[in-house]
């Protein structure tokens, strides 16, 4: 390799997006440059999600593509979650890649960079043999206002549906002082808003002598001087518990948004599934949520179509999206993966019912978010502003509840609002986002 310049482009999850800072950080500090095209790169890199087969067979076909039409004389690598699961097959189905590694290498992505430029044809980082987070001494942030921060990395639960465990490998925690002193640098460069990152991020266990749980952890974030917004994803429900609720009421920096997978409104699925807790557990949890003075916002994932779901078990899936209402979710069609338990599962749902049943949950919280939007309407919200939308006359704005809000400011603006809070008031609401007027000048 001669011209040091790469481009990367990521699929999946605020995991994959905060590893895609970490890469890039790490190429950036070795004296590569990023460029905004494959064409224009030496080195192509695709930070990969393996979560559903759609994103898969999707970076297959783009470096198939990509391939066929300019490819030639560049470097390609696979990153991420499909590379660790798919090892040195990839070479198999595209031979023109070089470089396949999982996300606990990135560590050690300079001496795979060395190999490579020194013409190596398969390198390879597939260990997920580590007690190490998948921290790198080098991260460029994309966005100068809010940060991701990763607390802990893997998981130890075995969904059956699931391929993180075999992707990420066993969960293996930050210390306290490594996070909190992160944070306080974030705070010190300017950054308001962090969020702390995890496969299953409340199963946080400090695993130095102070021994911290989450909840402890995420209060002490909150305290940080000039850290204005805490947030984090994903939690666990089985590690959900109640002293996480207390954090947020104590602690004005912690946002009032919480996601919270559940996946399905069967017991009987659930336990398919291997979720380790009950409709009744979940609800449990819930109940704490909405008791709360902090009128926190509930997001969820639901999966439909998993093997031996009967019409039954996805009417109790309907049922509690009415009972919970859900400010937002995410919606998938089941999809069988790799090395997973459910793969060998009977009762396959046909793909076209699968396909019915997705639409319905669509439908039917597409209605319950515009209810649930419209009871905001004439409330005052503080916003995170993240950008703007000229051609409409509009900033665009984050909630506490994670709810985007577009407004118009009537003070003329000199400089950029980004990354300013400003109090707004709300005026209209759809059913995916808020709309509304700003109430004072910049804060």
């Known amino acids: 390799m001669t011209a040091k310049t790469f481009y990367l482009e990521t699929f999946g999850c605020q995991m994959n997006a905060h590893d895609s800072e970490k890469v890039v950080g790490t190429l950036l500090s070795k004296g590569y440059t990023q460029v905004e095209t494959p064409e224009a790169a030496e080195l192509v890199l695709y930070n990969t999600c393996s979560i559903r087969d759609k994103a898969e067979q999707k970076v297959f076909h783009r470096l198939q593509q990509f391939k066929r039409e300019g490819g030639k004389g560049k470097t390609f690598g696979v990153l991420g979650c499909v590379a660790q699961q798919e090892g040195e097959k990839i070479f198999e189905k595209a031979p023109f890649v070089s470089l396949v590694a999982g996300s606990a290498s990135y560590t050690k992505l300079p001496e795979m960079l060395v190999q490579l430029e020194a013409g190596a044809r398969r390198v390879t980082g597939l260990s997920l043999d580590t007690e190490e987070t998948f921290d790198t001494p080098f991260t460029r942030r994309d966005n100068p206002h809010r940060a991701y921060l990763t607390i802990i990395e893997g998981c130890d639960k075995s969904c059956a549906y699931c391929v993180v465990p075999f992707t990420r490998g066993p969960e293996r925690s930050r210390t306290s002082e490594s996070v909190l002193a992160e944070v306080r640098q974030l705070a010190a460069l300017g950054y308001s808003e962090v969020?702390?990152?995890?496969?299953?991020?409340?199963?946080?266990?400090?695993?130095?002598?102070?021994?911290?749980?989450?909840?402890?952890?995420?209060?002490?974030?909150?305290?940080?001087?000039?850290?204005?917004?805490?947030?984090?994803?994903?939690?666990?429900?089985?590690?959900?518990?109640?002293?996480?609720?207390?954090?947020?009421?104590?602690?004005?920096?912690?946002?009032?948004?919480?996601?919270?997978?559940?996946?399905?409104?069967?017991?009987?699925?659930?336990?398919?599934?291997q979720r380790l807790y009950t409709r009744a557990d979940y609800m449990k949890r819930i109940e704490w949520l909405k008791n709360s003075p902090r009128n926190?916002?509930?997001?969820?994932?639901?999966?439909?179509?998993?093997?031996?779901?009967?019409?039954?078990?996805?009417?109790?899936?309907?049922?509690?999206?009415?009972?919970?209402?859900?400010?937002?979710?995410?919606?998938?069609?089941?999809?069988?993966?790799?090395?997973?338990?459910?793969?060998?599962?009977?009762?396959?749902?046909?793909?076209?019912?699968?396909?019915?049943r997705l639409t319905v949950v669509q439908e039917q919280q597409r209605a319950l978010q515009i209810r649930r939007n419209a009871e905001a309407i004439g409330t005052e919200q503080e916003v995170l502003v993240e950008g703007r939308n000229a051609a409409l006359g509009q900033w665009i704005g984050r909630t506490s509840q994670n709810r985007t809000l577009n407004f118009t400011h009537s003070v003329a603006a000199e400089d950029s609002l980004i990354g300013t809070y400003l109090p707004v008031r709300v005026t209209r609401a759809g059913p995916n986002s808020l709309a509304g007027e700003s109430v004072i000048s910049v804060m």
């Not at 305290?223 to 959900?240: A, I, N």
């Not at 946002?255 to 699925?269: A, E, F, K, Y």
Request: proline share 6%; glycine share 8%; hydrophobic share 35%.
């Open 195 to 273: 969020q702390l990152l995890g496969q299953n991020v409340n199963s946080y266990r400090d695993p130095s002598p102070a021994g911290w749980d989450f909840a402890t952890l995420l209060e002490r974030v909150g305290e940080v001087d000039g850290m204005r917004r805490v947030r984090f994803t994903t939690s666990h429900p089985r590690d959900f518990g109640k002293s996480i609720v207390d954090a947020i009421d104590r602690g004005p920096a912690l946002c009032n948004h919480v996601h919270l997978p559940v996946q399905s409104g069967s017991d009987r699925i659930l336990n398919a599934m």
């Open 296 to 356: 926190i916002s509930i997001t969820t994932d639901i999966i439909v179509g998993f093997p031996g779901e009967t019409e039954a078990d996805f009417a109790q899936t309907l049922d509690l999206l009415n009972q919970v209402e859900y400010d937002s979710i995410f919606s998938f069609k089941y999809s069988p993966r790799p090395n997973t338990a459910a793969l060998a599962m009977g009762d396959q749902i046909p793909e076209e019912e699968k396909t019915r």
